[in-house]
């Protein structure tokens, strides 16, 4: 089992631009999609961006552009910079992992095994 930890978030005013951290328990370097999804209380979660362990990146349309998803391989840390941030963008945000066995990493919340507990992300207007 992976242990996830995020850390970050908090507050901030639309424009504004924050980072979040997740402290992965494995080697994050191969074998591995990695993730960040967010939820609002009351609606379903959402994948943002998620990483291949061959280092290829996808994101939701409603944040391209605006967020970077990064692996910073030596201290095994998912990065997610969020820069430009909406109001909408107001969510818990969790990293996630799940071996990767080819085919594809994708913002598919239930094929993700591993999760953090969330770190609250409020932008005000």
């Known amino acids: 089992q992976v242990q996830l930890e995020e850390s970050g978030g908090g507050s901030v005013q639309a424009g504004g631009s924050l980072k979040l951290s997740c402290q992965v328990s494995?080697?994050?370097?191969?074998?591995?999609?990695l993730a960040w999804f967010r939820q609002v209380a009351g609606e379903e979660r959402e994948g943002v961006a998620v990483v291949e362990s061959n280092g290829i990146r996808r994101y939701a349309a409603s944040v391209e552009g605006r967020f970077t998803i990064s692996r910073y391989l030596a201290r095994n840390i998912l990065d997610l910079q969020m820069d430009n941030l909406h109001p909408e963008d107001s969510a818990k945000y969790y990293c996630a992992a799940r071996p990767d066995r080819g085919g594809g990493c994708w913002l598919l919340d239930h094929q993700y095994i591993d999760w953090g507990q969330g770190a609250q992300v409020t932008v005000s207007s």
């Open positions: 494995v080697y994050i370097g191969s074998g591995y999609c």
